[in-house]
């Protein structure tokens, strides 16, 4: 499945265009954030829209189907914690955009301060430097849960590696 799609790299926060408005970076525009009117499925499209690659290579960088990941997009399934830290990790999302989403999941964003489960603080760590450090992967968060004897984020996502 996942070998015949190009699974591209995702730019760090540093090498993309810096945005001019905090608000249009985050919530699409100035209405959606006065409004409220933003969407988990409206916010991920966006966010993977900015990363310049398609749905079908998200899921290949995530390690799930396509279809998988249409569901969540169509709000036909629901995101749980996990799979939203697989999926901040994975398209490498900036901190502010991380906590956006989890608000609109109604899910509680680990943090260092109030955490104290050893997988919690591990997922904290991949998902603060994510969007700045190559280092900090979905394969090598799963790897670093695996090696603590933690639950992984999600199985598929292990051997997944971005291809340049």
Known sequence: MNKYIRKPIIPLYSEMQKPKDKDIFIFGSKEAKINNSDTVQLA???YIADCGITPEQAAAILGIGRTTLYNYLADTRELTYSM??????GLRLHPDRQRHL???CHIERPDREY?????DLIIIEYLEECAFDRAYSLTACNNELKAGKQKMLHPYCLDIEESK
């Open 102 to 104: 989890f608000h609109l």
């Open 84 to 89: 939203l830290c697989a999926i901040c990790i």
């Open 44 to 46: 991920m499209c966006r």
């Open 115 to 119: 955490s104290s489960p050893p997988r």
